[in-house]
């Protein structure tokens, strides 16, 4: 590819994101995110591979499953240079690249031996003033993303990753009301009771969402402005699923799979709706394609250029039919601050779900108020509805044990809540795709299946509420802790 020819590259990922209005989510409007939908294809089936923030990054930058990823597996902990992220295998090729809002993290890149951020060099200097009574960032990420643009060398393409801090918690209660949204309009996920305090808490969400996406809009803007949105591949999705409890943290199909939309110059028939099964780790070798680069042999991804040339919908590539996740340590609060370790296999109907310590807590210990879980009034109401006796069935669902496997059909039971796993009649599905996750894990070097899967827990932690159950004990664990990240 002639160096005139190469693409820009602009990657806008939401910070615990589960809905887009072009998504049929009528409680929220993303014109940012639609725009990139109808001018190019929107994919119903992307999955992260890991649900937490920094594992989910550090696999959409490397191209490689999370259990592949040593350290960098881990939420909090440490990113190593021994593996190979897209923006600087452009930069070596010529690129400008940067990064505004939330790049890799949270974790220590520079423990790693990264000497900047792995999603780029930052650009963060601008600020502007939130709106009132809100959480929203200061950071100015139209302005930032013009300040890059500004200092790019003549005659270079760029690759920037727009990583809004929106969705994620705090919300100031009330945010979605002042700024619009009705909570009418909201419909409440069956495993969440439908109740006033929770549709205004998705109000909040549904707000700062629409913030992250004005911010796009601004964006793409620019790019037209300057006559380069056309030659710009736009990349919109989110790192993990909503803040809510069962979903974010955990390992049910709306934790991981994310809304999806790409546009670019090389995207044939937009509008276009592909239903394959995609995954993080197939985002870095399609930029790397898209820049007329070869993949990197570390990456286990495979380019999704082939599906945005093809003119097609539905199931375009007829073989992308699987997708696989993990998860190992996340937010610490059980004894000896241990994980809870997780594997699943999605097909285009099942998920199986694989619990290796279904003795453990999957939101963290109950003494420790599930410190997996991000601290809101949803989850606040989870709690005062299962103590006060009215009703334990929502507690159940996001913080209670489970067993070692899980099997939900996704097509028939969207929002996983009836487990087929121990009805015979699904035992031989059950071994298939237990086998099916088996042969992956192993071929891919999964220590879980090698018998050296607590290795995860022997990772440093960079997490500042480390020793959460030692400092439970002794009285110095403060419940604030658990929300700041």
Not at 88 to 112: C, M, S
Not at 160 to 170: I, K, M, N, Q
Not at 221 to 247: A, C, K, Q
Not at 459 to 477: C, I
Request: proline share 8%; charged share 25%.
């Amino acid at each position: 590819m002639n160096k005139t020819d190469r693409p820009n590259i602009l990657l806008a990922i939401a910070d615990d994101a589960s809905h887009m209005s072009a998504c049929g989510d009528r409680f929220l409007t993303t014109p940012g995110f639609d725009r990139v939908a109808r001018e190019g294809v929107r994919f119903t089936a992307a999955f992260t591979t890991n649900p937490k923030c920094a594992p989910s990054r550090a696999s959409l930058l490397t191209g490689r499953h999370t259990w592949q990823l040593e350290e960098a597996c881990n939420h909090f902990s440490l990113f190593p240079d021994r593996f190979a992220v897209y923006p600087d295998l452009l930069e070596a090729a010529g690129y400008h690249i940067g990064f505004t809002g939330k790049g890799w993290a949270p974790g220590n890149y520079e423990a790693g031996g990264f000497s900047h951020n792995p999603a780029g060099h930052e650009w963060n200097a601008r600020t502007l003033t939130p709106p009132a009574d809100s959480m929203i960032s200061s950071t100015d990420y139209t302005a930032n993303f013009e300040a890059f643009l500004s200092a790019r060398p003549e005659g270079a393409p760029f690759c920037f990753w727009y990583g809004g801090r929106e969705p994620h918690r705090a919300y100031v209660p009330g945010e979605g009301r002042r700024g619009g949204k009705d909570p009418d309009t909201v419909e409440v996920p069956p495993y969440l009771p439908d109740d006033a305090a929770v549709r205004e808490d998705l109000c909040d969400y549904a707000y700062e969402i629409e913030w992250f996406d004005a911010h796009l809009v601004n964006m793409m803007r620019i790019l037209e402005d300057r006559g380069e949105l056309d030659r710009t591949l736009v990349i919109v999705t989110s790192d993990n699923g909503m803040p809510f409890p069962r979903v974010k943290g955990q390992m049910y199909d709306y934790d991981f799979r994310m809304p999806l939309a790409i546009r670019g110059p090389d995207v044939a028939k937009p509008g276009r709706v592909a239903d394959d099964l995609v995954s993080f780790i197939d985002f870095a070798p399609t930029i790397l394609d898209a820049a007329g680069l070869p993949p990197h042999e570390q990456m286990r991804g495979r380019s999704l250029m082939p599906l945005l040339r093809s003119g097609r919908g539905g199931a375009v590539g007829g073989d992308r039919t699987r997708a696989y996740m993990g998860r190992e340590l996340h937010d610490l609060g059980r004894e000896g601050d241990v994980g809870y370790p997780v594997r699943c296999i999605r097909t285009p109907r099942y998920l199986y779900v694989r619990n290796y310590h279904p003795e453990r807590w999957p939101a963290g210990n109950p003494e420790t108020l599930f410190t997996n879980c991000d601290g809101s009034p949803t989850k606040d109401r989870v709690i005062e509805l299962h103590e006060t006796g009215v009703t334990s069935f929502y507690y159940a669902l996001a913080f209670g044990k489970r067993p070692a496997e899980e099997l939900y059909d996704i097509v028939e039971d969207p929002s996983c809540m009836t487990d087929l796993a121990a009805r015979p009649e699904y035992a031989g599905l059950k071994e298939q795709l237990r086998t099916e996750l088996e042969d992956e894990l192993r071929e891919t070097g999964d220590p879980r299946v090698f018998g050296n899967g607590d290795i995860f827990d022997r990772y440093p932690t960079y997490n500042p509420t480390s020793s959460t159950w030692k400092r439970w004990m002794d009285g110095t664990f403060e419940i604030s802790d658990h929300l700041k990240y």
